[in-house]
């Protein structure tokens, strides 16, 4: 007890989240708190103070290594890290923590873009090799078209989810797939 009081009294710990843990109150959002990611090694995340066990990064804005992030203290489920700038957490302050990523090796983090291009034969192969010799693995795709050709082509639509180790590897990415011919539009979906 006297170590609990003393992070306390140090901030290290939140008064506030010790006693949602003892006491939990009746949860009123968890309806409206969106689900965390899951990543199999768990999250690169360092806390002082706080079980790593706790610590879920959440799908609202999908916060990967290199994007700057800040900790939620949720009532009785530990701490959500959301990117700093997340709308859902703006306006609160009261149960902000710091926290910083950790580097952890062969750890992946499912990351959305949103891809407008070309309706042309080859060019979901040409996306696809180009993301796979950035050594980065498409986990999920949702692709499809506007339906309408004329006599140039079409436009496609595609939502991929990748999996990357942070900012850095996504950008190269990125970077690679705005350079094939016929790509309009290339964006990091939150």
Aim: hydrophobic share 35%; net charge negative.
């Amino acid at each position: 007890i006297d170590e609990l009081l003393m992070q306390i009294g140090n901030a290290k710990q939140s008064a506030l989240h010790v006693v949602n843990l003892l006491c939990p109150e009746p949860d009123t959002e968890t309806e409206k708190e969106p689900s965390p990611v899951a990543s199999p090694l768990g999250p690169a995340i360092q806390l002082e103070g706080i079980d790593l066990a706790l610590v879920r990064i959440m799908k609202c804005c999908n916060p990967i290594p290199g994007d700057e992030i800040i900790g939620y203290i949720t009532r009785g489920r530990g701490v959500s890290i959301h990117k700093a700038n997340c709308p859902r957490i703006v306006n609160e302050t009261e149960r902000i923590v710091q926290v910083e990523w950790e580097s952890v090796d062969q750890v992946t983090y499912p990351t959305e873009i949103f891809l407008e291009c070309d309706d042309r034969p080859g060019m979901l192969g040409e996306i696809a090799t180009s993301i796979a010799q950035c050594k980065v693995n498409i986990m999920k795709g949702n692709i499809g078209t506007t339906g309408r050709r004329t006599l140039r082509n079409g436009t496609a639509c595609d939502r991929l989810t990748l999996g990357v180790t942070g900012v850095e590897q996504l950008e190269d990415v990125m970077g690679t797939i705005r350079r094939i011919r016929g790509v309009r539009r290339l964006s990091r979906e939150p």
